[in-house]
């Protein structure tokens, strides 16, 4: 075995994750969409590679850009928590191919009600293994909360999305296309928080800015589920909003009209260029090792840490999941 090169952590990342261009990068890089078809058992070498250089050691020969590239691997397929590998589905990686086919859908089959309950069931059981897969690892969930969390958030999207469908039946054809964003928006306001409420009862672990756990904060949950839920909707809405307008113009066209069934693919194309920026985008904005003030904790947390360390610790960190 060699060792790593001089003064080289695998850890450490490559960007500053203090600022939203540096956070870009690092999910530019980890969000990457071609990362889904790496084969299993090169993930499982990358995982490897990183592991035996945390511990100071790598393969002879090894170059800096074959670990940056393993650690890539590592943090796109691998849980930062667990270090489990995680199912390609709720991979963010697969956020682009997934999330294209599933947007353009619903975008696409919008004006009856079947369709509507047919696509709205699709995309929240493709958000609920999302949001599951990527929850923080440290707060299990049993089958039965996971199952009431799937059943509220999909009983919430097709409520909006029924009711907003037939509500919109007399209003602007446009109003009509943005019903599926209105749908989504809600529906991720119910599953995050429902799929991840083991954080919000119990808390979830906060370190110091050397990693040494401090306890629990329910408080902390809240914020990084918050986030979270922002950044959702955000990853969803210009495509969701965007798109519809960009339709309603080009479907004007005669030549659009005479191509009516390449709409669907069409819709789906689209999407995928707006999910290839604003997955990463909306992932950057906030850090993935949120703070939160020690003012802000719950009292009991609070003193706890005052009676340990004094004023030695003005913030806690904690990760806020994807």
């Given at each position: ?15 500053d ?33 990183v ?20 650690k ?94 037939l ?6 054809p ?12 809600a ?21 110091d ?114």
């Amino acid at each position: 075995m060699a060792t790593a090169p001089l003064g080289f952590n695998i850890d450490a990342p490559r960007w500053d994750q203090s600022t939203f261009v540096g956070r870009l990068k690092h999910f530019l890089n980890i969000t990457d969409p071609r990362t889904v078809l790496v084969p299993e058992k090169e993930l499982d070498r990358a995982k490897a590679l990183v592991e035996a250089c945390r511990a100071g050691l790598v393969p002879p020969g090894s170059s800096q850009e074959q670990l940056l590239y393993a650690k890539k691997l590592y943090d796109s397929a691998f849980h930062p928590d667990s270090g489990e590998k995680m199912n390609l589905i709720g991979r963010m990686s697969f956020q682009v191919p997934g999330g294209m086919a599933l947007t353009g859908c619903m975008l696409q089959f919008y004006r009856t009600v079947p369709a509507v309950v047919f696509w709205q069931w699709v995309n929240q059981s493709f958000n609920a293994i999302v949001n599951y897969t990527n929850r923080n690892a440290a707060s299990p969930i049993s089958l039965r909360q996971i199952g009431v969390a799937y059943i509220t958030a999909t009983g919430t999207a097709l409520a909006t999305a029924v009711g907003l469908n037939l509500y919109t039946k007399r209003a602007p054809p446009l109003l009509a296309r943005w019903v599926p964003f209105a749908a989504v928006a809600a529906a991720n306001c119910v599953n995050i928080p429902m799929m991840r409420q083991q954080e919000i009862i119990n808390g979830i672990t906060v370190t110091d800015g050397d990693n040494n756990e401090l306890g629990c904060s329910r408080r902390a949950a809240v914020k990084g589920i918050a986030q979270v839920v922002v950044s959702r909707i955000a990853m969803a809405a210009p495509g969701m909003i965007i798109l519809p307008i960009i339709m309603e113009r080009l479907e004007r066209f005669p030549f659009m009209q005479r191509i009516r069934v390449l709409h669907g693919p069409l819709q789906v194309l689209l999407c995928g260029g707006f999910l290839l920026f604003m997955v990463p985008a909306a992932c950057a904005l906030f850090p993935q090792r949120c703070s939160l003030a020690l003012a802000d904790l719950e009292l009991e947390l609070h003193d706890s840490i005052v009676a340990k360390h004094g004023d030695k610790v003005p913030y806690v960190y904690f990760n806020k999941g994807l």
